[in-house]
């Protein structure tokens, strides 16, 4: 089993920042991509971030030059940066890993539970 768990949500100001942190644990061979993703209410679920086991990162365009990720690859953590909130960025963060676990052949995804930032006007 492979479970992922994030942290950091909360209640922010327009124009703060908040940090989000997920940490994937279980019986987990390698991590392909890690990312972060965001569903307000009435809305699809949406990209915010992306990173590879290299480092290499894809961001949502609302999020570009405000959100920073960065994983640390021995502790199976990916974090989330964000800076100047607006109240558009209100919704629940989701974390993303795709995960090579123990008896398995291939990658697959999986999803942490979800964490609620509101950002106040």
Same mark, same amino acid.
């Given at each position: 089993?492979?479970?992922?768990? =994030?942290? $950091? ?5 327009? $124009? ?8 994937? %644990?279980?019986?987990?061979?390698? /991590?392909n991509s890690m990312g ?14 992306? /990173? #590879? ?6 961001y949502g365009t609302s999020?570009?030059?405000?959100? #920073? ?14 800076? %100047?909130?607006?109240? =558009? ?11 090579l676990a123990f008896g398995?052949? %291939?990658?697959? %995804? ?12």
């Open positions: 089993q492979v479970q992922l768990v =994030e942290s $950091g949500g909360g209640l922010v100001q327009a $124009g703060g920042s908040l940090r989000l942190s997920c940490a994937a %644990s279980g019986s987990i061979l390698s /991590i972060w993703y965001r569903q307000a209410p009435g809305k699809q679920r949406e990209l915010v971030a992306a /990173i #590879t086991s290299g480092g290499s990162t894809n999020m570009k030059g405000r959100f #920073t990720s960065s994983r640390d690859n021995a502790k199976n953590t990916v974090y989330l940066q964000m800076n %100047s909130l607006k109240p =558009e960025d209100t919704a629940v963060y989701y974390c993303n890993a795709a995960v398995r052949t %291939s990658y697959l %995804s999986y999803w942490g539970q979800g964490t609620q930032v509101t950002v106040a006007s």
